[in-house]
């Protein structure tokens, strides 16, 4: 069965400051500089967990400090390239 987490609500969240490369993260894609960034790992390790549900999480992205609201359908799994707050993976 696949795995999943259902988002429902309004988040202020931070993104994560320090990621361990090759980890897999769960965050956005900044609507300015594109840079990837984590709000949580990804408790899989995977990259195949199915995100859904009706939340809006308030983010500000750690590469070009811009704060923006992404909603769960934004959210991007990505397994960090380097250390350090965003990827371009
Ligand atoms: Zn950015």
Not at 40 to 45: A, I, R, V, W
Not at 56 to 82: D, G, I, K, M
Request: with cysteine; proline share 7%; aromatic share 10%.
């Amino acid at each position: 069965m696949p795995q999943g987490i259902q988002f429902t609500g309004d988040y202020e969240v931070t993104a994560l400051q320090a990621l361990i490369p090759g980890g897999w993260y769960i965050g956005f894609a900044c609507k300015r500089c594109r840079q990837h960034f984590a709000i949580l790992s990804d408790p899989t390790g995977t990259g195949a967990l199915e995100l859904s549900g009706p939340a809006t999480f308030s983010v500000t992205c750690p590469n070009c400090e811009t704060r923006n609201q992404y909603s769960a359908r934004e959210l991007v799994q990505f397994q960090a390239a380097q250390g350090g707050p965003s990827s371009t993976a």
